[in-house]
């Protein structure tokens, strides 16, 4: 019913950036997408927060990105980028686009993942 493609993942060096983006598509005509961001998940840790964005705009970035990046979205074409600068080793992680949807109820859905590699 919903689907998240992400792309953008990488191997990146240490102060390096990347930019992760994440297309939303949705089956029917009736839907509504509210919270769209990035969450984060190394092995062994829970699935933490990265940045979100609201459909009106409103954000909100974990403190470990506050300041080094950048969370936007396209409400018309259904898609959420995180631009994230000065890459730091313990940024790797296997980074999950996430979204609220309305449709005929509000569901929370998960993309794939794409794995994000720091290392020189």
């Known amino acids: 019913q919903v689907e998240l493609v992400e792309s953008g993942g990488g191997l990146v060096q240490p102060g390096g950036s990347l930019r992760l983006s994440c297309a939303a598509s949705?089956?029917?005509?009736?839907?509504?997408?509210?919270?769209m961001g990035w969450y984060r998940q190394v092995p062994g840790k829970s699935r933490e927060l990265v940045a979100v964005v609201s459909n009106d705009g409103g954000t909100n970035y974990a403190d470990f990105v506050k300041g080094r990046s950048t969370i936007s979205r396209d409400n018309a074409q259904n898609t959420v980028t995180l631009q994230l600068n000065i890459l730091r080793p313990e940024d790797a992680a296997v980074y999950y686009c996430?979204?609220?949807?309305?449709?005929?109820?509000?569901?929370?859905?998960w993309g794939q993942g794409t794995q994000v590699t720091v290392s020189s």
């Open positions: 996430y979204a609220v949807v309305m449709t005929t109820y509000m569901g929370q859905w």
């Open positions: 949705v089956s029917g005509n009736s839907f509504r997408i509210h919270t």
